[in-house]
């Protein structure tokens, strides 16, 4: 059974600061390209950043220079830095593959609202 778990969010104030984590089980993501994503309200789910298996990251311009992505392939989990928030981060963030192939978990909610 593979599963996804995300972690982390919470409400927070404008400028503010999160770490979000997803443990993953049934699988080794040291296989894959691993990302991030979320969905805010009445949107479509947007990719936020990516790792690569050696290491390498991209991000979404609207993130790039808040948001840093890494990998702990030992403890099989992925995690997402998050800093300087702003309210248009709000929204439910997930855990994948880069080719979206596993199961979705039911994801982390990150509000940013003063």
């Known amino acids: 059974q593979v599963q996804l778990v995300e972690s982390g969010g919470g409400l927070v104030q404008p400028g503010g600061s999160l770490r979000l984590s997803c443990a993953a089980s049934g699988v080794g993501i040291r296989n894959y390209v691993m990302a991030w994503y979320r969905q805010a309200p009445g949107k479509q789910r947007e990719l936020v950043a990516t790792i690569f298996r050696a290491g390498t990251t991209n991000y979404a311009d609207s993130v790039k220079g808040r948001f840093t992505i890494s990998r702990d392939n030992a403890k099989n989990t992925v995690s997402l830095q998050m800093n300087s928030l702003k309210p248009e981060d709000t929204a439910v963030y997930y855990c994948?593959?880069?080719?979206?192939?596993?199961?979705w978990g039911q994801g982390t909610q990150v509000t940013v609202s003063s």
């Open positions: 994948n593959t880069l080719g979206q192939g596993l199961t």
